[in-house]
């Protein structure tokens, strides 16, 4: 490893935005451990590991791996996750529990399997890919909005409480990017018998759109090379198009009652 590397953990890497950031990182002189439930062969010489963030033991062998191999981890990207779409009211127990165990307790594991060991060198950086819909309620995407939402809070706090120890806790904020996320995206059983039928079809269609259009995963990729490479990095950074970034400042500055409108009529289409 030269001087300079870093040792660096990153879920969810067997593709998308994950892959982008294990091979863009490998390219520039990382360390890198790409981290998924299937083991891939990368370019750049990622090193494959295998991992379910749902399962508390695959958590903890792989970091153990990491550690017994490295003897440290510098930086924890927390990338792994998917989502479902449905309506709030469609969405079963079950399915909402298995979003939220991969996009929020996932990362809460694999957070607490590395915290000891970098609280031990003093040092670390944890980064947690949320997503804009963790800024911005979507329609029809509810449960895996609210999975990112709490990975903001949770950042947040995380933040606070790992600062004296020397660990940085920052969140990337993708907007819409062209990867396999848009396929895998599962729609609730429900859906296809719901009342909410035609709304949610229309409002599918014009996020499949986005996505389709969005950006390359590697926007994300070097928006991470330069938290890595800032010295005291702040707690948020957006990736993605401009537009996208506008919509969360309207957020902040109008009233709720004036930016629903233009979220819901976004996602209607044409309807």
């Known amino acids: 490893m030269r001087s300079g590397s870093k040792v660096v953990l990153i879920t969810g890497a067997a593709s998308g935005i994950g ?39 695959a958590v903890h062998t792989a970091v153990n791996r990491v550690l017994e191999e490295q003897g440290r981890i510098d930086v924890l990207v927390n990338n792994a996750g998917f989502g479902i779409a449905g309506a709030i009211e469609d969405s079963s127990m079950e399915e909402s529990r298995a979003q939220m165990e991969t996009n929020f307790f996932g990362p809460l594991r694999m957070i607490q399997a590395v915290l000891p060991h970098m609280r031990a060198q003093g040092s670390g950086l944890i980064v947690n890919v949320a997503s804009i819909g963790g800024l911005i309620a979507l329609p029809y995407q509810g449960v895996y909005s609210a999975s990112k939402f709490a ?33 895998a995206r599962r729609q609730v059983e429900a859906a296809a018998t719901s009342v909410y039928r ?21 926007v994300v990729a070097r928006r991470l090379d330069q938290v890595m490479n800032t010295a005291s990095p702040r707690l948020r950074y957006m990736a993605g198009a401009p537009t996208e970034r506008l919509a969360v400042l309207l957020k902040r500055i109008l009233p709720y009652r004036w930016f629903a409108p233009i979220i819901h009529g976004h996602y209607r289409g044409s309807r």
């Open 151 to 183: 990975l903001e809070g949770l950042s947040e706090a995380l933040r606070m409480e790992v600062e004296p120890f020397g660990i940085e806790v920052v969140l990337i904020e993708p907007a819409d990017c062209r990867t396999g996320f848009t396929a």
């Open 198 to 218: 035609d709304d949610f079809a229309a409002s599918l269609a014009v996020i499949e759109a986005d996505e389709d259009h969005g950006a390359d995963p590697r």
């Open 19 to 57: 892959r982008a950031c294990a091979e863009h990182l490998a390219a520039r002189g990382h360390l890198v451990y790409g981290a998924d439930r299937e083991l891939v062969e990368y370019g750049r010489a990622v090193r494959p590991l295998f991992v379910d963030v749902d399962d508390d033991v």
